[in-house]
């Protein structure tokens, strides 16, 4: 038992860091979380740096086949605890590598983020959407892989 009765469990921080070429470093955050349905989802934040020193941090969320279609190229909107909205541009605009994977871009709106809780919701075809929240655990270790390099 924990503090005031409540179990603690250990945190786990799944940061990943790997050279993928010469000069070429790709950093992961990894985590499987549960969208408002009930299914599972792969949700990877990760950092490419090439060796010119540009960098991308993508946010790549995968279901499982046949559970979503995301509906591109729609942002996903990303809702704060306090209620402000952030959009994140859709990487797979063109083409999808699968009907069940999308791929956002963060680069420009990770550092707005606050710690907290946030919601993301996923456009999918025929006007739905699904909600995914994302714990404030997680939004710490995605900010904490944006300064590595």
Known sequence: MGLNGFTTHPAFASIRQMEEAPGQVLIQSRHTLFDDRGNSWQVVLFKRTKAGGSSTIHLRLVDFPGLADFAHPQPLT???????????????????P???VGEFDLQN????LPVTTLNLSLAMKGSSSIS?????????EWQSVAVKS
């Open 98 to 100: 699968a009907s069940n």
């Open 109 to 112: 709106i990770l550092s707005q």
């Open 78 to 96: 990303i809702t704060t605890d306090r209620g402000d909205l952030l959009k994140a541009e859709d990487v797979f605009a063109e083409k999808a």
């Open 132 to 140: 995914l929240s994302i714990p404030s655990e997680v939004v710490l």
